[in-house]
């Protein structure tokens, strides 16, 4: 069955440390990985994406995410956290045929000023 | 405001009742997906149309949901004789075919009583 799974529910920070959050993915065959973001109040925003091609991807504020066939892997990184960061972050997958997106339980991430 | 539009954006009501949630999603987007999200855990996904053809439907989808997508255009997803249990967040997302880059809606809230 298609899953994903991160490691993380909860994250504390302090502003300008470095960031990683774990994201494993369980797919057969060809799989699309993304990292959406919410803030307070808003509705998801995709960060990034990956469909094929370059395996370490760029995104929105700073953001990047490596895609590691080998780990199963779709980590998200951020070299300098800003206090704005503090939102949810979801790490979401499709392929093996379906459309639709499985998505990750969340990390809840806080930085502190 | 060209994004995903969804209303309402609260519902109460009480168990047994018939709910419908409406969903405008981007002009030239042809996908339309609902997922729906409880506290603490990473949206889950529904179904989802190409243009008016429901195309996918996931397991949680029971009986007592039904969406459509009459003209390709907006969506509703009704739910009958809801339950305590059916209190969540309904979101709805589109997207163009080519990309699968899904653009989410600010959600429906379902409480139960």
């Known amino acids: 069955a298609q899953s994903v799974s991160q490691h993380n529910h909860h994250v504390i920070l302090s502003e300008a440390a470095s960031l990683e959050l774990g994201c494993n993915y369980s797919?057969?065959?060809?799989?699309?990985l993304f990292w959406y973001v919410q803030y307070p109040g808003q509705h998801l925003q995709l960060l990034l994406k990956?469909?094929?091609?370059?395996?370490l991807v760029k995104g929105i504020k700073g953001f990047e995410a490596e895609f590691i066939k080998s780990k199963f892997s779709f980590n998200l990184r951020k070299p300098s956290v800003q206090w704005s960061d503090t939102a949810e972050y979801f790490c979401?997958?499709?392929?093996?045929?379906?459309?639709?997106?499985?998505f990750g339980k969340g990390t809840h991430l806080i930085i502190q000023p | 405001d060209t994004g995903v539009s969804q209303d309402p954006r609260h519902k109460i009501t009480k168990r047994g009742q018939n709910v419908t949630f409406r969903c405008d999603p981007i002009?030239?987007?042809?996908?339309l997906y609902w997922y729906r999200q409880t506290l603490g855990q990473g949206p889950e996904f529904l179904t989802y149309?190409?243009?008016?053809?429901?195309?996918?439907k996931s397991r949680l989808l029971s009986d007592r949901f039904s969406a459509e997508r009459p003209k390709g255009s907006f969506s509703t997803l009704e739910i009958q004789r809801t339950e305590q249990g059916d209190s969540a967040m309904y979101l709805c997302?589109?997207?163009?075919?080519?990309?699968?880059?899904?653009?989410f809606g600010p959600g429906t809230r379902l409480t139960v009583l």
């Open positions: 997302a589109s997207s163009l075919t080519v990309s699968n880059e899904q653009f």
């Open positions: 797919y057969g065959g060809t799989v699309n």
């Open positions: 990956y469909f094929s091609g370059d395996p």
């Open positions: 979401a997958g499709s392929g093996g045929g379906a459309d639709g997106l499985t």
């Open positions: 002009s030239e987007h042809n996908r």
């Open positions: 149309f190409q243009n008016e053809a429901q195309l996918e």
